[in-house]
């Protein structure tokens, strides 16, 4: 096995990546492909083996950007990420003996939202958690007085300052802590967990997020001995009764959910039929809803879906799709994929996304480059008619999903369109155009 440098973690091209793709309209996407682990279950995962206190292997994990900075942040935070050789996406996460937090990589923090997950881990190891604000997708104001809210229940000093935020752990830890969230924050839920592992107390949790990503954590916590109670409104885990040294852990992060889902939005726009694998069709069961009501066939297997649009329905099928965080609600990150779908479906649709109030301001406008008559009903709904023949166009990944919904609708568009602004897709998938190009998409790199 071989230690990582913080250095390691970013991705080591020889060649630079192209900055611009070109996407042409061809033939229906057929065939098979295969997602890689998800970005978002990855980076829960990462932050919970490093408050576990003993090495974690994580398998599957994603070759993305943002997975790429937690992995350094880590680092710079005092714990060791070992590659293991021949297991590509394999690492062994340890708390290493650097008892020094690097500030340098400290302010890579503010690059990804995840940097949340960090602060739990920091508790644990210094007492002490300062951070940056975090960023990630700028897809409107994201306020973090949820987690805020966590912390002060277990006890924790919270302030802020100008460049971020600042948790004291607390000195009297005892008893089972009691958190009620006024909405299903995923982000606030996983600190919640990962706060209640550092200090080993009961949590009980008001109006969880239970979304994948969230019961990801909670099964691998299972692992080590913690128990839980799911209820829709409410989460309890407990911890293990003993404090057994845990050997030879190992937990996978899941597919990811939402390339299946951007996949698969791609194979239906181009009327193609194509076998999705390494993903839990029940991940990502609230977008597939939406594809089967225009007639869309999507059959489950046990490690993917398999995707037939070749005939579509051509009656006018209104999509209605808001984004929720409700437990089997339409996951934020599905909309604009869904969206750049629905353009070329009959019907009069409506999409709406109040939990990121930026997404539309994003993706609606890059769409209208393209020729899309969208009608703006607020700053976060949209609704328009379909079907709509778009045009080839110069457009800008503004944020992640956006980038996704982008190549979906240059499949569909008439004439060359080209996508630029890549890192910010790369942020979130090691290669989309690689896998829409396995199932036959015509996009190419543009060299300047
Ligand atoms: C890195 C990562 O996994 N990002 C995901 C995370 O983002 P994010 O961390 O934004 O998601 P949360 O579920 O925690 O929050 C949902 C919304 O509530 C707001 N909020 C949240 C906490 C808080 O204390 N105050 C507050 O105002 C957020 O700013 C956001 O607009 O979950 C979203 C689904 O919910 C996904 O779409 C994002 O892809
Ligand atoms: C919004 C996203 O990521 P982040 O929350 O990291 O910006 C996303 O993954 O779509």
Not at 98 to 107: D, S
Request: glycine share 10%; charged share 20%.
């Amino acid at each position: 096995m071989r230690h990582a440098s913080p250095r390691d973690t970013v991705p080591d091209n020889t060649a630079p990546p192209a900055e611009v793709i070109a996407i042409r309209p061809g033939r229906p996407l057929e065939g098979t492909v295969i997602v890689d682990g998800s970005k978002n279950a990855a980076l829960p995962l990462l932050s919970a083996a490093a408050v576990v206190g003993a090495p974690v292997r994580v398998t599957n994990i994603p070759d993305s950007t943002d997975v790429h900075t937690m992995l350094g942040l880590l680092v710079g935070a005092g714990f060791d990420v070992v590659h293991i050789p021949g297991e590509a996406g394999s690492m062994v996460i340890t708390p290493s003996r650097r008892h020094r937090i690097e500030a340098e990589l400290l302010t890579a923090a503010s690059t990804i939202r995840a940097s949340y997950y960090l602060a739990p881990a920091l508790l644990g190891r210094f007492g002490r958690a300062r951070l940056p604000w975090p960023g990630g997708c700028r897809i409107g104001d994201r306020g973090m007085e949820q987690h805020f809210r966590v912390y002060e229940a277990f006890g924790d000093r919270c302030s802020t300052h100008r460049y971020g935020y600042e948790i004291q752990r607390s000195r009297a830890e005892q008893g089972t802590v009691s958190v009620a969230l006024p909405f299903r924050s995923r982000g606030a839920t996983i600190v919640a967990i990962l706060r209640a592992v550092v200090s080993r107390q009961e949590l009980r949790l008001s109006t969880p997020n239970l979304s994948p990503e969230t019961l990801g954590v909670v099964g691998a916590l299972e692992s080590i001995g913690w128990v839980k109670a799911v209820e829709r409104d409410l989460l309890v885990l407990t911890p293990p009764t003993e404090t057994a040294t845990v050997h030879d852990l190992t937990w996978t992060v899941p597919g990811d959910k939402v390339e299946a889902g951007t996949l698969a939005c791609a194979v239906a726009a181009t009327r193609g039929t194509a076998r999705i694998e390494g993903v839990r069709a029940g991940d990502l069961a609230p977008a597939l809803e939406h594809l089967r009501r225009t007639g869309v066939v999507v059959t489950e297997h046990v490690n993917g879906i398999e995707i037939d649009a070749r005939h579509i329905a051509r009656d006018e099928l209104p999509i209605h799709a808001s984004a929720s965080l409700s437990p089997s609600g339409l996951d934020a990150d599905f909309e604009p994929s869904l969206l750049a779908f629905a353009l070329g479906i009959p019907g009069h649709h409506a999409f709406a996304d109040t939990i990121n109030p930026g997404r539309h301001a994003n993706l609606i406008p890059q769409l209208r480059c393209m020729g899309a008559e969208i009608e703006e009903v607020s700053p976060t709904q949209c609704r328009f008619a379909g079907p709509q023949r778009l045009t080839g166009a110069g457009v800008e990944t503004t944020d992640i999903r956006t980038g996704a919904a982008l190549l979906i609708a240059g499949l569909t568009a008439q004439g060359i369109t080209t996508l630029g602004g890549l890192e910010q897709l790369r942020r979130g998938h090691a290669d989309l155009p690689g896998k829409l190009r396995a199932l036959g998409a015509d996009i190419c790199e543009v060299t300047p």
